[in-house]
């Protein structure tokens, strides 16, 4: 069974000024429209269970104002809750005293900010450092460190720069260096790439999952961006007027969008890039054709099934055991957007 690093049970949040007097309606089953409308009380969490995986990447997307920050910032006890449980390696943060949760939010959970957080007094070393220093780490460990996590993520040789004398994307590496140093097993990553242009997005996005195949954190990564989602994301959660709306593995949610809000999200990716073929894949069939690994998504299995005499392949792992068989036709299935109907012409019928 994967570890759960971070458990979420029943957790609620109502903003105004008495929200445990309106708790019992929202349990209820108010909603948001009407909490607002008869109590002057925003609902901004309802009934979220999660659990999130420790070492992997778990993405939580939605639109603005669906709770995603609101969401995350428990995470660190930034919000507290109007109800619910937060575990984080099985210790209740809700009951952790000041102190507890200090030292929590330095060596356990490191936050990486959209707008970057950076000190604009301090060099790129400093800003780096900092983290360290207020962990009290001597100055000359944290230098050496800073030195370290900075040349880790492309900047070596920035070290005296101002933040100001940097791009966008060289401050989110800052930023991203100096969650890193602090060796915080969570890393808590509030949209921190949509403010980058597309290019030094996806760079960083590559930045990010070459340290991870190293560096195996609890990530909780914030994004709507659905590309974004999909390409670092092994789970995604999807909220909706602070309820999770659908939870699971990205290619599950693809397959099998829960209900209209959720498809609204995935109808414009482009299926054959984001598929792969052991989500569509049949039980083995007795050597049908070459081997293609469960991985490859469509696009790239296509010209392979086509061209197999029997236009089928066999679908193999990633030690090479077959576990199924594609077919053509599947592949076109898996293609073809749902919700486009056929409207078969009546002379072929
Ligand atoms: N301090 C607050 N007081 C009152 N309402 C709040 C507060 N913080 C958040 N909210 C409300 O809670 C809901 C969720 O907000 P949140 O910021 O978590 O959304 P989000 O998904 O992060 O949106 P975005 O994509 O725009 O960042 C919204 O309706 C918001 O107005
Ligand atoms: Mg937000």
Redesign the pocket.
């Known amino acids: 069974m994967t570890d759960i690093k971070i458990r979420i049970e029943n957790l609620y949040k109502i ?2 000024p008495k929200p445990k007097s309106v708790l019992a309606a929202v349990q209820d089953g108010m909603s ?1 429209t009407e909490l607002l409308e008869k109590h002057n009380h ?3 969490l309802k009934d979220i269970n999660i659990d999130i995986p420790a070492r992997g990447i778990s993405v939580i997307m ?10 995350i910032r428990h995470i660190n006890r930034l919000i507290e809750p109007t109800a619910g449980k937060l575990l984080v390696d099985d210790d209740d943060v809700l009951s952790m005293s000041k102190s507890e949760l200090i030292q929590f939010r330095r060596h356990k959970a490191s936050m990486v900010f959209q707008k970057f957080g950076l000190h604009v007094h301090r060099t790129v070393a400093e800003n780096v450092a900092y983290g360290l220093v207020v962990q009290g780490t001597a100055m000359n460990e944290a230098k050496s460190q800073s030195h370290k996590w900075l040349e880790r993520v492309g900047l070596a040789g920035f070290e005296n720069h101002y933040p100001s004398q940097l791009s966008g994307g060289m401050q989110q590496r800052v930023g991203l260096a100096r969650a890193l140093a602090t060796d915080a097993e969570i890393l808590l990553m ?2 921190a790439f949509s403010a980058l242009d597309p290019l030094i997005r996806t760079d960083m996005q590559d930045v990010l999952l070459d340290l991870q195949e190293e560096l195996h954190k609890t990530i909780v990564f ?1 994004t ?1 961006d659905l590309d974004e989602a999909l390409r670092i994301g092994d789970t995604i959660a999807i ?1 909706r007027d ?1 309820a999770v709306i659908q939870q699971g593995e990205p290619q599950q949610i693809i397959m099998h969008p829960e209900d209209d809000y959720i498809f609204d999200f995935i109808k414009d990716i482009n299926r054959g890039r984001v598929i792969k073929i052991g989500t569509l894949m049949a039980a083995p069939n007795n050597n049908v054709g070459p081997d293609i690994d469960r991985n490859m998504v469509l696009e790239d299995a296509l010209q392979q099934v086509a061209s197999s005499p029997t236009q089928e392949c066999n679908v193999v792992d990633s030690v090479g055991t077959r576990i199924g068989s594609i077919s053509l036709t599947q592949i076109v299935a898996g293609l073809a957007r749902p919700d486009v109907e056929a409207t078969p012409d009546a002379r072929y019928r």
């Open positions: 903003f105004g948001k925003v609902l901004g939605g639109l603005s104002g669906s709770g995603k920050s609101t969401l509030d949209e914030i709507h909220l602070g």
